[in-house]
């Protein structure tokens, strides 16, 4: 449990000398136990990476998210490079570093997370093409909404979806241009694969998931109902 | 386990002395840990509200629900005022402490859920407008509906699903209204946000709770599966 | 835990000085917990019930069913007669009884599962009129059919569906026209409401239930799919 | 907790002398109780096979696979000869162990997952036909194909999907024949049945379980919501 940390969230810079390894690298495990439950990282899928001052801590790859352990934490200096890896060195970072490490730059997020989620995945199906790569989805009128940074109710979240490639890491470039051209999301999807979510700390980055999941969801069972715009402005 | 407890219910009003306040905010906890196993209650959304006697205890606002502990807990006294604040300052009350106020002072309620359960944000999108701001459900002849006081099987349970607002407290007077004009139900649905429901005290708050979503679910699925009224009164 | 019981099934008539009442007790408070979790007995509804010998075990009526404890059961004789009260002499039994003893009765069963799963309420909506009050499911071609005793994958289960009524009692009667008629059911469904599901003993019961349930989620996803006859059998 | 284990994988053939039996046991028992949790084992379906050298370990048939415990399980030769029956001589070998077999042998598998997930059962009913008894699933353009070993995300994965017969140790003639005119894949579903999916190790036998599970759930509901070809490659 760690009540105490959420309840009084980290500023985003703390000095390195004040981090607490332990702390941080339980949490990552915490926080994957939960999104298995969820059914978000199933089949060694999506992760976690939390940031305190100018340490990055992140998941490893391609194992069972539900299962790993402090000592499976990888730590990266705020540049990308390892500075720390598993005590297993069979343990590989993850191919999505650099798409962590972009919301780290280009937001000064304090933590990431990488869903797999269904919802998320058929949602995107449902994104308008805006241009080559690039697609939106419009969300509004949902209380849900309320739960992400700078949104009420009446607004319109733009979630960017950008296509997927055969690399994760070739999804880089796309990213970053999503995450410059839409400046109030908190995430960005990718097309028939994912979403990456984050926040000034790993509450807010889990809290901003769970809604943006919930919208999805909402979105997804709307257009599998025929909901219309007599009965919600997302209607058909 | 609060097993004792909840076998045999307090009544509505004890005097304040005799109230364990342990034991309460632990109650709140527990459910609120159940809501979020539920889906009700993700993204620090929806909320927990018990009464004893003269006391209020609310869970708090915008944090994680699943995780709270007993001294995050506010204490209102009758009249909404807080009388007892967390050991956390810097944890606010909820917007919704008017709307669970409307309960308590206009149903007696002991207890109060708020919940953002997906299955009732899309039942309400079928809600059928009765006047500016205020819909209404009508479900009958499903056996859950024994499980709502008052109510029986071939009886039609009249749901009130009142607009949603930018901000929560501006609901207060519209779910008043709707809590005066349905005199028989046990809760007030919002559109393209959640539901209110209350009980005697915080079992019965939980049991309606369980059974309106139930309620909910099969509406919506009937609606995505086109049950016909041939198959069911509901059907279409 | 109750492993070393469920790999040696019990015989159906022990002398019921051999009763282990403690045992019995607890099962049943841990199959009510297993089946909140699966949402089959949500908002007090739902019950369980186990025979030894010449006793018989149900679980109170009107409660959270995840939460009861040993000492809430009450126990019957053959006759149906309460023979030991639970110790909160608040507690009632269940509207259920007489649907139990019929089973017990008519089927020499040694458990019985009363269960509010959304996949049998839907499905019940899509049984076929047989008579004035009784209607039929028909379910061919699928694995599960296998963990019905009598039944293999060829076999059409034939589920019969009994119009429900204001009261449970009132069921008795067409409950037990509905077993005599289907003599090779191990469950009688009620429209709208639920489903009863016997078993020799506690665990069949209880993995009966779970392919009746897994049953009526397939064939009302069939029909939501649009699924044809020439995908499946029982296609549209 | 396997986490060592997990985190260096055995080599497909330790002499038996090396084998802990324990460990293996006790992880075909926590894969049970997730794979009921999942969803995919209830009412005593599917099963969980584990190789260790020459040894093979199989969970027992028709029981609650949830509840199974470390002396439950079956030890087999490399030619399918029970070596050693499980405590409770009253136990039996599943009929599903040629079908585990036919991977052991011609696939060199270290482990083998038999599932009766909703997913997979209704994602059969859409397979195209090939030949007689034998279709097929082609999925593609999802990140979850990632998952599978040999596979990336514009690849095809070709699922066959065998007919389902009255015994299932029947299946093995068209289970062998589909491994064998499928050479890339690591899964062979059934029709209106389930799946068998299998690994170099029990970590990869369960991860591309979670795949291809998650990769059926999305054509099902890509089907239930009419997903278009503009929409995805998959849609109608």
Known sequence: ???????????ANPTSSTVN?????????????NLYTLGWVSGTGGGVSIRRGETIFM???????????????FELDIKGNITRGPKNETLKL??????????????????????????????????????????????????MLKGLAGHGYHDVFELPVV???????????????????????????VRNH???????????AKTQAECVDFLCEILVKMRQNKVTKEMHPMGI
């Open 59 to 73: 998941a490893p790859s391609g194992v069972e998210k539900e299962k790993i352990s402090p000592s499976d934490i």
């Open 21 to 33: 390894d332990r702390e941080v690298r339980e949490t990552i495990c915490e926080i994957c136990r």
């Open 194 to 204: 994912g979403i990456y979510v984050w926040g000034k700390n790993e509450v807010q």
């Open 94 to 143: 993850t191919e999505c570093a650099p798409l962590f490490m972009s919301a780290y730059e280009l937001r000064d997020a304090g933590a990431v997370i990488h869903s797999h989620s269904p919802n998320v995945v058929l949602a995107t199906m449902y994104a308008k093409r805006i241009e080559p790569g690039l697609s939106v989805l419009e969300i509004t009128e949902l209380e």
């Open 1 to 11: 449990m760690t009540i105490g940390f959420k309840m009084e969230p980290v500023t």
């Open 163 to 189: 296509d997927n490639t055969a690399r994760e890491r070739d999804l880089t470039d796309s990213l970053r241009r999503a995450i410059e051209k839409y400046p109030r999301t908190c995430a960005v999807a």
